[in-house]
């Protein structure tokens, strides 16, 4: 253990500052308090860490989750105790999206909930469940040991997020500290890259090449890994057709020959979502085969009847849903390139017919493309607007998109040529407000435009955080599809359950113009098809913050890529794009 040649006095406010800048920390994303005063003395004073001050806990789990998602590096989130429950949104998502979060929350001194002390609350208690530890710093000397330690399990086997408790008597306290120091294999993720089980690896290679039929499905585990040339190059050689889940949405660019692009639930198309069903065998990548990805574990058809491979950094993920034939429990970067060496060296002709899938993708989404449904009055198709969005981003610009409309459409619809993480949706757990907050976050971790879609519905929980986006300075377009209505489940319960009129999912209009432009916004109202196009490029063009709003249908009206709901559509005989 490096130990410090001299022992340095630091008082706990410092000495966290100085930990996280061995880490390499640029950016932590927070709320201040009364509990947090003392750090933030010594951070205005000693460090230059960037402290982006948000309007609401919430909107600063989000932005965290989604900059840890973009840079690949854990990022740090800070919460006072009066806050610290409004945190739990982006801290569940991030740790069933398996995303490390450093969540510092303050809090009054030790033992001071039970005398009812205001603000306290046991928040190991409550953070316990969904972060990979929940602990307290008791003393400023432990703080060195407790950081390293934090980064280690966040960054590693499957990231997730790391709750650290800090009580606010430990900023001012003070200690003799000797093991100021960084892991800097800890300062990203993943951390490690464990190779699966070599004789498994090899069983599966025999799988896939003696399936007649083989397709590869990639949740967002191959984007967290960094395997996107593996997986590729992979598909390559062995000529197997990739779709992706859609968080895993970017795994490989989406115009390359044996991209599927997006299957399952939530924006997978019919011809791609048939051809995973009609595969004799499966080779699934860094999916936890949830519900939305599989169409409520239907998409593949009787799951007996085909074969399947499965590898993922999490063990309890591996057969979970599916039987599997083979389980590969490592990196998949790691375990694909081990994969990769041995076809090179022991099959380096393998005898598969090239397939390109280029022809298939651009007859169905022309069909949509050109559909032409008509849209009820007052609104414009969503399917426009994707498709002129898709046409205008650059490779560098970051969409981020939540349930409901504003991700249907564009999971779907927009082709992501370069590989990457650069679409993000939150489609672990689903909440509503994540589109607008996680593009804040995107913002400070990439360097290129920003395009938030997200509905009225999610809008209502995030409008004060607008401030935030407009301080920033960033470039960043919010796209509100406006319906006046919880769509999602309206169209849920219109489809699904035939409720003639759902209770309690529509409510008030609001000028959000107005409202945009109170915040110092660059507003625009798409109110034809034919202003989809130059109000986009001007909006993607300015530097600044820009909002535009375009009134589209409810789910239920015009019903989106949402399987179980065009199956329900086409018995009812309503207008459907799938």
């Not at 060496?341 to 397939?355: C, D, Q, S």
Request: net charge negative.
């Amino acid at each position: 253990m490096p130990i410090t040649p001299e022992p340095i006095r630091m008082n706990g406010a410092r000495a966290l500052l100085h930990m996280l800048q061995l880490h390499g920390v640029t950016h932590v994303f927070g709320l201040p308090g009364e509990t947090t005063i003392g750090w933030y003395k010594e951070w205005r004073a000693h460090s230059n860490i960037e402290f982006v001050l948000t309007r609401d806990e919430r909107t600063a789990s989000y932005a965290a989750e989604a900059y840890a998602k973009i840079t690949g590096r854990p990022c740090v989130l800070e919460a006072p105790s009066p806050g610290v429950t409004h945190c739990t949104p982006g801290i569940t998502e991030a740790f069933l999206s398996s995303v490390p979060v450093i969540f510092f929350s303050s809090d009054i001194p030790i033992n001071q909930d039970k005398k009812h002390g205001l603000t306290g609350v046991d928040q190991t208690a409550l953070y316990d469940s969904i972060c990979k530890e929940s602990f307290v710093i008791t003393n400023v000397a432990e703080i060195p040991f407790l950081l390293r330690r934090a980064f280690r399990v966040a960054t590693s086997g499957r990231p997730a997020p790391v709750h650290i408790r800090v009580p606010i008597n430990i900023f001012d306290e003070e200690a003799e500290l000797r093991d100021l120091y960084a892991e800097p294999e800890y300062s990203h993720y993943p951390a490690h890259r464990p190779v699966a089980d070599h004789a498994k690896i090899r069983a599966a290679i025999d799988i896939l090449l003696a399936a007649k039929n083989p397709a590869i499905v990639c949740g967002q585990g191959g984007l967290i890994s960094g395997a996107t040339d593996a997986i590729t190059q992979l598909a390559e050689r062995l000529q197997i057709p990739v779709g992706t889940t859609t968080p895993g949405k970017g795994t490989i660019p989406e115009d390359h020959p044996l991209a599927l692009r997006v299957i399952g639930g939530r924006g997978g198309m019919e011809y791609s979502n048939d051809y995973v069903r009609d595969a004799d065998t499966i080779f699934f990548i860094g999916t936890n085969t949830d519900s939305a990805a599989t169409d409520h574990w239907t998409l593949y058809g009787d799951a007996h009847s085909k074969t399947f491979v499965h590898l993922d950094i999490a063990e309890a993920h591996i057969g979970n849903n599916f039987p599997v034939d083979v389980g590969l429990v490592g990196d998949a970067r790691a375990t694909l390139d081990y994969m990769l060496e041995i076809l090179r060296t022991e099959y380096p002709t393998p005898n598969r017919a090239p397939l390109d899938l280029t022809r298939m993708k651009r007859t169905a989404l022309d069909k949509v493309f050109n559909a032409n449904i008509p849209m009820p009055e007052g609104t414009i198709s969503p399917v426009k607007l994707s498709q002129a969005l898709d046409a205008l981003m650059p490779d560098n610009a970051i969409v981020t998109s939540e349930p409901g409309v504003s991700a249907i459409y564009p999971s779907a619809l927009l082709t992501f040529r370069k590989a990457g993480r650069r679409y993000i949706t939150n489609y672990s757990m689903g909440a509503l407000g994540y589109a607008v907050p996680a593009g804040l976050g995107a913002a400070y971790a990439g360097d290129g435009p920003v395009i938030s879609v997200t509905g009225d519905g999610s809008l209502g929980f995030v409008l004060g955080d607008m401030e935030t986006i407009k301080r920033s300075g960033k470039n960043i377009t919010i796209i509100l599809t406006r319906n006046d209505s919880f769509g999602w489940i309206r169209g849920e319960a219109i489809l699904l359950d035939d409720v003639d009129a759902p209770w309690s999912t529509d409510f008030g209009a609001v000028d959000y113009l107005k409202v945009a432009e109170g915040f110092g916004f660059e507003t625009a109202r798409i109110t034809s098809e034919a202003e989809i196009t130059p109000i986009l490029s001007a909006a993607i063009a300015n530097p600044g913050a820009n909002f535009i709003e375009m009134r589209v249908p409810t789910q239920d009206q015009i019903v989106p890529f949402v399987p179980r709901w065009v199956r329900a559509a086409r018995a009812k005989n309503l207008p459907h794009f799938y």
